[in-house]
């Protein structure tokens, strides 16, 4: 597509529940990179793919947050067992091999 | 560790009147990249300029021009004639060099809310 693509755009869960969060990439770009934003503070980096591999997930909080990039295209973050301090806008960028990242219009969470 | 401090949280500014953002860097590395992006009240992260730590030439674009400062450790931002149009959150970021790129592991400064009133 023209851009990367998220969805849903805004998700309300319950706590407990499990959430899957999508990222469609621009075509061709070989990096995915998923980050957090909480309210009034800056993006905080997740966890990124070259292509099929995650090559960093140092910023995943804890293990009930994971993702996947199978073919290298589409990538989903799973927060299981979502908790309040969950709430936040997810966003996912997508770059060609190192250079600017393209940011998607991002996801928000709630969780109640 | 890298660390981006935005230490302006909001900006209130006249239309027409010029305004700098303020972003001090620490890193240890000798190469890096320093970025800075727009947040509307949209939504979306728009990216505005990358710098390689090595180029410290001074970058206009239109009314926007970047101010980089290696002894200092600043890349001030700073926008000519504000428009309303310019109201946003604006973020500096800082990343590591990836072979004779970044990486896109970037470091976010906290932001700074940009208000031009009419």
């Known amino acids: 597509g023209a851009g990367v693509s998220q969805s849903p755009r805004y998700k309300v869960t319950k706590r407990g529940q499990d959430v899957a969060l999508r990222c469609d990439p621009i075509s061709g770009h070989v990096s995915l990179y998923w980050y957090r934003q909480a309210l009034g503070q800056g993006p905080e980096f997740l966890t990124y793919?070259?292509?099929?591999?995650?090559?960093?997930k140092s910023g995943l909080p804890n293990d009930r947050f994971s993702a996947e990039r199978p073919e290298g295209s589409i990538s989903t973050l799973t927060i299981q067992r979502t908790e309040q301090r969950d709430s936040a806008m997810y966003r996912c960028?997508?770059?060609?091999?190192?250079?600017?990242?393209?940011f998607g219009e991002g996801s928000r969470l709630t969780v109640l | 560790a890298q660390k981006v401090t935005q230490a302006q949280t909001e900006i209130s500014v006249v239309e027409k009147e010029d305004v700098t953002l303020d972003c001090v860097y620490e890193?240890?590395?000798?190469?890096?990249?320093l970025f800075w992006y727009k947040q509307p009240p949209s939504g979306e992260l728009v990216f505005l300029i990358r710098?390689?730590?090595?180029?410290?030439q001074n970058e206009i674009s239109g009314r926007y021009s970047w101010n980089f400062q290696k002894s200092t450790s600043s890349f001030n931002f700073t926008i000519t004639a504000s428009q309303v149009v310019d109201s946003a959150v604006y973020f500096c970021a800082l990343s590591r060099e990836l072979g004779s790129s970044n990486t896109g592991k970037l470091i976010f400064g906290q932001g700074t809310t940009l208000q031009v009133k009419p």
């Open positions: 890193t240890r590395d000798t190469t890096y990249y």
């Open positions: 793919f070259n292509y099929e591999a995650q090559q960093d």
């Open positions: 710098r390689n730590s090595f180029d410290e």
């Open positions: 960028a997508s770059s060609p091999q190192r250079g600017e990242l393209f």
